[in-house]
């Protein structure tokens, strides 16, 4: 928590004193009580105690001093808030490595059908596309509100060789250009989202994709798929599919974005309803002076009607 005035908190001072007055005062009464009548005597003549509940009011009130100090510093919190626009651009490895069955069916299938849940529980505002990549990249549709075309192209997708993870990057930053009718002033916040479970073998280098989304201030969440004994079947011979994770963090880490590692369905899904969560909502400084001020006079009330009820005075 921050303040936009945090001189005022040198008002609670103030309260401390008064919080050390009324520990002088309640000493010094128990004081003079034992010294003119022996205990005896006060268990039968003075009424019984109220304990704890004679000091509740004086301290409630304190603490209303405290809360109230707080609010006229004008206290600043971060609270998460729903995006009303934003880009989502779905980057799907199509390289025939995604046919591995270390995730069972196949991991083809459970990426598709993982990505198709992600677009769906996007809110109906963002634009979202989908990028394919193998020995290149295309934009299988444009970034839209259209979520329905997104899922319909993502179940027509096919196998094919080679990966270029590099040629995806940049192909979604083209495809980013297109955007919503109020992009060109106000640019809605934009997120590449790449799944891999490869290396980079065709087109661009990483890097150089890297360089380029960072510089247009696009993110990249990147996904390292699969386990690390995949193994698929080509031309007669098992051969190992391992993710390249370290150059998809490289990737995440230079554009600001955020790298998973996924080795099953159930951590897929938890993967993109991670970055769901994330994507769909926006951390902003709100003041919470009024909630403060708010809690200060619920918490004084209480006090007052406290002593009323207990003691028929106020405190």
Known sequence: MKFEQPLWLWLLLIVAALVVAYLVAQRRRSKYAVRFATLPMLEKVAPKSPGWRRHAPALAFLAALTVLTIAIARPVTDVR???ERATVVVA????????ATDVEPNRFEVAKSAATDFVNSLPK???????????????????????????????????TDSTAI??????????????????????????IVLLSDGGNT????????????AQAGVPVSTIAYGTPE???????????????????RGLADATNGSFYSAESDQELRSVYSDLQSSIGWSTEERE???????????????AGLASLLWFSRLP
């Open 230 to 248: 995949g193994t698929v079947n080509l031309d007669g011979r098992n051969v190992p599919v391992p993710a390249d994770a370290d150059s998809l």
């Open 92 to 99: 799907m490895d199509i390289s025939n490595s995604m046919a």
């Open 81 to 83: 808030v729903p995006r």
């Open 166 to 191: 590099g040629e995806a990057v940049l192909t979604s930053l083209d495809a980013v250009k297109s955007l919503d009718a109020d992009a060109a002033t106000d640019p809605p916040p934009t997120r």
């Open 288 to 302: 919470i002076t009024n909630l403060v001020a708010g809690i200060a006079l619920a918490v004084a009330l209480l």
């Open 125 to 159: 505002q963002f634009n979202v596309g989908l990028v394919s990549f193998a020995r290149t990249a295309n934009v299988v549709t444009q970034p839209s509100t259209n979520h329905q075309a997104t899922v319909d192209a993502l179940n027509r997708l096919t196998l």
């Open 202 to 213: 065709s087109g661009r280098p990483i890097d150089e994709a890297a360089q380029a989304a």
